[in-house]
């Protein structure tokens, strides 16, 4: 099993910036994706980027590309959301996401395709 747990989230003014941080614990050795999620109030959850094990290879929603970076550092078993220029619209719970497939780009920005979760952490943009 693989735990994930969330932190960095908080409320911030449009413009600033937060830095979301993922830490996975157990059988963490073959999580070769790692991703966030994020899920405003009455909406779907929706991809914001993923970043692969080997290669660090990443991927972006085009409403984040510019704004957020994805980075992991494997040793620590550890990704992170950094987010900058935030806008109202980034309001929303932020869920980190892992899975041991290797995923295409066709594939990465869909939820169902992750089988671990963490709990969430809220980010709030006030304007």
């Known amino acids: 099993q693989v735990q994930l747990v969330e932190s960095g989230g908080g409320l911030v003014q449009a413009g600033g910036s937060l830095r979301l941080s993922c830490a996975a614990s157990?059988?963490?050795?073959?999580?070769?994706?790692m991703g966030w999620f994020r899920q405003a109030a009455g909406k779907e959850r929706e991809f914001v980027a993923a970043?692969?094990?080997?290669?660090?290879?990443?991927h972006y929603a085009d409403s984040v590309k510019g704004r957020f970076t994805i980075s992991r550092d494997n040793a620590k078993n550890t990704a992170y959301l950094q987010m900058n220029s935030l806008k109202p619209e980034d309001t929303a719970v932020y869920y980190c996401?892992?899975?041991?497939?290797?995923?295409?780009?066709?594939?990465?920005?869909?939820?169902?395709?992750?089988?671990?979760w963490g709990q969430g952490t809220q980010v709030t943009v006030s304007s």
């Open positions: 970043i692969t094990r080997t290669l660090s290879n990443t």
């Open positions: 996401a892992a899975d041991v497939a290797y995923l295409t780009s066709n594939r990465v920005w869909n939820h169902r395709e992750y089988d671990y």
């Open positions: 157990g059988r963490t050795f073959n999580m070769n994706i």
